[in-house]
């Protein structure tokens, strides 16, 4: 048996849903993130540590003179690589 969206959210939660994307603009429900291609790199631990702690080094530097845009990047990349 498939469930449908009212049976896994509620009533409630699909018009939630629903009225949101309703009131959404395209900018709000597209996102368009460029990745380079990059080939699979295989290290040390000790190596990737010291790679990542540059990357986050270099990124910090440049936080202090990037645009408002291009801060909120960095400061989500600077997040995700210290995880």
Do not use: C, N
């Amino acid at each position: 048996m498939e469930l449908g969206f009212e049976q896994i959210m509620g009533k409630h939660g699909v018009r939630s849903r629903t009225a949101k994307v309703a009131a959404a603009s395209y900018e709000d429900l597209l996102t368009i993130e460029r990745v380079p291609y990059t080939e699979t790199v295989v290290m040390d631990a000790e190596a990737a540590v010291e790679l990542l702690t540059d990357i986050v080094a270099d990124l910090s530097e440049e936080l202090d003179r990037a645009t408002e845009e291009r801060s909120e990047w960095i400061a989500k990349e600077i997040k995700r690589f210290k995880r």
